[in-house]
């Protein structure tokens, strides 16, 4: 029997969650800190902030999302590269777009004690654009249209709405951890598979 490893991020992340509701203690020790992480090496914080949300709401909304996109992604890595080495890139995208998507923010709010973050969004974001580069020809939903749209679509209109909002700032989201993210998401699977990156231009 498979264990999905998809099944297990999700279950680990809802159950932390969960208890940092009701415990603020454990979401101050996994939280997203650069001040923290550059000032005081706490370096787990790179990726400890993906397991940690701020309430029910955000924690459903990434892991319904990380839910739909990661089976896609997971079942199309599984059948190219098989179940052990499949399930290994899968993780890969998850962990490491994680703490890429921090990589800008720890430079950016470095000397900034008061920045905190929070939340798996930037992780989730690299499996979702990894999964638009290998499958650009499925069809998605944006936020509350309830039109399918081509992922060739989704993506740069995704991206873009998260640079403006970046841009005008006061949103209180991180929208620079999701750009992060995605890109590591893009770079990955075009490392792994070039070809994927061609098609995904065809389509365009």
Known sequence: MVVSVLLILIGITSLISYNGFNDQRISQKLAFSPYLIVHHKEWHRMISHVLIHADFTHLLFNMMSLYFLGTALENSLILQYGVQLGEIHFLLIYILGGIFAGAYPLFKHRDNPNYQAVGASG??????????????????????????????????????????????????????????????????????????????????
């Open 123 to 204: 992780a989730v974001a690299a499996v979702i654009f990894a999964c638009i580069i290998w499958n650009p020809g499925m069809e998605l939903l944006l936020f509350m249209i309830p039109i399918p749209i081509p992922a060739y679509i989704f993506g740069p209109v995704y991206l873009a709405i998260e640079y403006f909002q970046h841009r005008r700032g006061g949103t209180g989201v991180a929208h620079d951890a999701h750009i992060g993210g995605a890109i590591f998401g893009i770079i990955y699977i075009l490392f792994i598979n070039i070809e994927k990156g061609t098609h995904f231009l065809d389509n365009l």
